[in-house]
């Protein structure tokens, strides 16, 4: 009776730990996927805002050469 306590208490704990490093190994891949896409979003809000500052900069140099016209 005991070697049958003592041999399920056994599988029991490699099964928790197979269990455990399963959900770490997933919880890695996941970090990293979801960094990755974080790096990527953040690429597209720089690209972005870029556009738009270039948008801005071209706007207030046509708004200064209108100024310079109606003077």
Request: net charge negative; no cysteine; glycine share 2%.
């Amino acid at each position: 009776m005991v070697t049958i306590t003592v041999i399920a208490w056994g599988l029991a704990a490699v099964w928790l730990w197979r269990d455990y490093h399963h959900a770490i190994t997933t919880a890695e891949s996941e970090v990293k996927r979801l960094s990755l896409a974080a790096a990527e979003q953040t690429h597209r809000l720089f690209s972005l805002t870029d556009v738009f500052l270039d948008s801005l900069e071209q706007i207030i140099s046509l708004s200064d050469g209108d100024m310079d016209t109606l003077t």
